[in-house]
């Protein structure tokens, strides 16, 4: 698996979203790498990890990620959510959780109102095997969608998307499988770090509510919200998100000196 290792300071673990790589950091590396050791990882079956044997799910990809990296903060945007979650609910090696976009549930439920139908999910697959190129641009337009700052985002994913090559179809199926079937909600109430749930009041993926409700029922969680943003507001608000990662991260160090 690729893991890009940059920068000095406290280490963050960064964990990107469905069909992207770890280069789409780019804003927050360029605020942050100054004062933290930054580790990009490319997830099983993109970007430079396309032909990684390591399996895309939960336990198989989290193990190969925290035997390649010291103890750190984990920071994850949509899909990435998932495998930052488990990790820091089964490993000490964690050491906080910053969740942009991401909550323990992407698909929606009787009890979980606040996310998007499984259909969304399933949809997505059987069009990738009919329209690769196709249904990656739909999905990126749609990470987009509602932020103030839409068409510029939309242009950097694309930009982004094939640049480290074209994701394998087989981990895109994975991936969207996760996205579908996962259901991490039971972890919250025990977890044992700091957390901080960063949303976009207009992501149309992931509902702030649902981001809100997450950290309500985690200990030791910080929640907020970005007026203007989508699904992928560390584009086109990386000033806030980077600022407010980087009081999380002062938190952290704080509670450490006390």
Same mark, same amino acid.
């Given at each position: 698996?690729h893991?890009?290792? =940059?920068?000095?300071g406290?280490?963050?673990?960064?964990?990107?979203?469905?069909?992207? %790589?770890?280069?789409?950091?780019?804003?927050?590396?360029? /605020?942050?790498?100054?004062?933290?050791?930054?580790?990009? @990882? &490319? =997830?099983?079956?993109?970007?430079?990890?396309?032909?990684?044997?390591?399996?895309l799910?939960?336990d198989?990809?989290?193990?190969?990620? #925290?035997?390649?990296?010291?103890?750190?903060v984990w920071?994850?945007?949509?899909?990435?959510?998932?495998?930052a #979650?488990?990790?820091?609910?089964s490993?000490p090696? @964690?050491r906080?959780?910053?969740?942009?976009? $991401?909550?323990p549930?992407?698909? !929606?439920?009787?009890?979980?109102?606040?996310?998007?139908? $499984?259909?969304?999910f399933?949809?997505?697959? &059987?069009?990738?095997?009919?329209?690769? +190129?196709?249904? =990656?641009? !739909?999905?990126?337009?749609?990470?987009?969608?509602?932020?103030?700052?839409? /068409?510029?985002?939309?242009?950097?994913?694309?930009?982004? #998307?094939?640049a /480290?090559?074209e994701?394998?179809? $087989? +981990?895109?199926? *994975?991936?969207?499988?996760l996205?579908?079937?996962?259901?991490?909600?039971?972890?919250?109430? +025990? =977890?044992?770090?700091?957390?901080?749930?960063l949303?976009?009041?207009?992501?149309?993926?992931?509902?702030?509510?649902?981001?809100?409700?997450s $950290?309500?029922?985690?200990?030791?969680a910080t929640?907020?919200?970005?007026?203007?943003?989508?699904?992928?507001?560390?584009?086109? %608000?990386?000033d806030?998100? *980077?600022?407010?990662? &980087?009081?999380?991260?002062?938190?952290? !160090?704080?509670?450490?000196?006390?």
């Amino acid at each position: 698996m690729h893991i890009e290792t =940059l920068g000095s300071g406290p280490s963050l673990v960064l964990l990107h979203g469905w069909a992207l %790589h770890g280069g789409v950091f780019a804003p927050l590396v360029q /605020r942050l790498s100054d004062r933290y050791t930054l580790h990009l @990882v &490319d =997830l099983p079956g993109h970007g430079h990890s396309r032909d990684s044997e390591v399996a895309l799910t939960l336990d198989a990809t989290v193990d190969a990620i #925290l035997a390649r990296t010291p103890p750190a903060v984990w920071l994850a945007w949509s899909l990435g959510g998932l495998f930052a #979650l488990h990790a820091a609910a089964s490993s000490p090696q @964690v050491r906080g959780l910053a969740m942009i976009a $991401a909550t323990p549930r992407f698909v !929606r439920d009787e009890t979980w109102p606040h996310a998007v139908e $499984a259909r969304v999910f399933a949809q997505f697959g &059987d069009d990738l095997r009919n329209d690769y +190129a196709g249904t =990656l641009d !739909r999905f990126l337009a749609l990470d987009t969608m509602g932020s103030e700052h839409a /068409r510029s985002e939309l242009r950097t994913l694309k930009q982004d #998307l094939y640049a /480290r090559g074209e994701p394998s179809p $087989a +981990a895109l199926h *994975a991936g969207l499988k996760l996205l579908e079937q996962s259901d991490l909600r039971a972890t919250l109430p +025990a =977890l044992a770090v700091p957390t901080l749930w960063l949303a976009g009041r207009r992501d149309l993926l992931v509902p702030s509510k649902a981001m809100q409700a997450s $950290a309500a029922a985690a200990p030791h969680a910080t929640f907020v919200e970005i007026a203007g943003g989508g699904h992928a507001p560390f584009l086109g %608000h990386a000033d806030l998100v *980077a600022g407010d990662v &980087d009081a999380f991260m002062q938190s952290l !160090r704080q509670d450490e000196v006390a």
